[in-house]
């Protein structure tokens, strides 16, 4: 079992800035691909953002491409969101997710954190 935990969801305005995080425990976090979802009010969940295991490859949704950053710590069992340029379209509730490499499915999942992009 993988667990996942996510903190830094907060309420920003408008082409402000705010980076979220996942924490993961229970197994080795290297051997995991990690990606971001969100889902908006009234929206199905949607797929933001991977990298995997090893921080090499990164894979956005086009809605968040050159605003948003992926990033990973191996070292501290913990993947980052870096988002940029907020927009109130971004409102969502974030959840992190992990999958074992040359898996397609993801496994575990977080609890989601808040973010909210308002003037």
């Known amino acids: 079992q993988v667990q996942l935990v996510e903190s830094g969801g907060g309420l920003v305005q408008p082409g402000g800035s705010l980076r979220i995080s996942c924490a993961a425990s229970?197994?080795?976090?290297?051997?995991?691909?990690m990606g971001w979802f969100r889902q908006g009010p009234g929206k199905e969940r949607e797929f933001v953002a991977d990298i995997s295991w090893n921080g090499g490859d990164t894979y956005y949704a086009d809605s968040v491409k050159g605003r948003f950053t992926i990033s990973r710590e191996n070292s501290k069992n913990t993947v980052y969101l870096q988002m940029n340029s907020l927009k109130p379209e971004d409102t969502a509730v974030y959840y992190c997710?992990?999958?074992?490499?040359?898996?397609?499915?993801?496994?575990?999942w977080g609890q989601g954190t808040q973010v909210t992009v308002s003037s």
């Open positions: 229970g197994r080795t976090f290297s051997n995991y691909d």
């Open positions: 997710a992990a999958r074992e490499r040359r898996q397609l499915t993801y496994a575990y």
